[in-house]
């Protein structure tokens, strides 16, 4: 018998990787288990998909399990045909969700620094928008205006 995967859509707060394991093993054996992720809050998306050792097993959960009320939710089940199972679907799945820590590459990336052709393209770009800025204060409203002089590399 092949393996059943099925959709869970409208998952209430708080009913997430462990507790879903443990409601859905009372039907049958649950191989996998993935509940989607924001990548940047690690916050859950509300749906999630399982994987069961028999479809017909993964068929019965879909047809009880839909239109279920949980904590003020109404679940929405449906069974995806074993042709529509993407082969990334499962990727990391039955493994702890962990963020991407943005904070500490922006800080590694800061204390590293910047080469100094980056601060002379920097520098020439800040001059060039100071230079447009200037001309189209002097054409449009015949102000002339020289601002203080960028400090060089």
């Known amino acids: 018998d092949e393996p059943g995967v099925i959709y869970v859509g409208r998952i209430p707060h708080g009913f997430y990787e462990s507790q879903m394991r443990a409601y859905f093993k009372q039907f049958g054996k649950v191989t996998r288990l993935r509940v989607s992720r924001n990548k940047k809050t690690g916050a859950s998306k509300h749906y999630a998909f399982v994987e069961f050792a028999s479809a017909e097993v993964a068929d019965i959960v879909a047809r009880t399990m839909n239109n279920y009320l949980m904590f003020g939710h109404i679940l929405q089940c449906r069974i995806i045909p074993t042709a529509q199972v993407n082969a990334n679907l499962f990727d990391?799945?039955?493994?702890?969700?962990?963020?991407?820590?943005?904070?500490?590459?922006?800080?590694?990336?800061?204390?590293?620094?910047?080469?100094?052709?980056?601060?002379?393209?920097?520098?020439?770009?800040?001059?060039?928008?100071?230079?447009?800025?200037?001309?189209?204060l002097q054409d449009e409203m015949d102000y002339e205006f020289t601002g203080p002089a960028l400090k060089p590399v």
Do not use: S
């Open 92 to 136: 990391g799945a039955n493994t702890r969700f962990k963020t991407d820590p943005r904070n500490k590459k922006e800080g590694a990336a800061m204390e590293h620094g910047a080469e100094r052709a980056v601060w002379e393209k920097r520098i020439e770009k800040a001059q060039k928008k100071r230079a447009g800025r200037a001309k189209m």
